[in-house]
């Protein structure tokens, strides 16, 4: 949250569990898939699951100027603004509950300054998820769209969101 130079232990859980699975895949196929397409294939199967199931979002990860229209932005779900700490419990204790977060694709080296003083910044490169904390199924899947593409859900991340299984 704000801007911490580590990774949340939700992050950390939810990334481990999403690349276990993915390896997992790609091992019984016996040849080499993307995150992306196993995400892809993994949500488009699994993404009716959406329609009236309550999805935990991690206050920090809505952007703040949507989240009083949240409910609005995704009709199909109950959606709730909840701490860290909450979607971490949901995973360990298996909750059969949907958490909506981002994963890290790649972290982005990028410079800047002013005359003489320059700064360098990591960005991570983000993907956006809803997963059940239970089965770990992908429900929803935002690929990253770019260096702008930051860990807040956004409203164009909501209307994808509504878009998938139409």
Known sequence: ENGPTYLSKENMITSLVL??????????????????????????????????????????????????????????????LVSPNRIAEAVANKEDVLIGFPIIKKLMKQRGGFGPVTTSTVIPVTHKVIMNAKTKDIIGFIPHSGITSYSYFKKKDFKKLNEQCN
């Open 19 to 80: 690349s276990q699975k993915y390896i997992e895949k790609a091992i019984s196929l016996n040849k080499k898939v993307s995150f992306e397409d196993f995400a892809e294939e993994e949500m488009k199967r699994n993404c009716s699951k959406l329609k009236g199931n309550t999805i935990l979002f991690q206050e920090a990860i809505v952007h703040g100027k949507i989240k009083n229209e949240l409910q609005s932005l995704l009709p199909k779900a109950k959606t709730e």
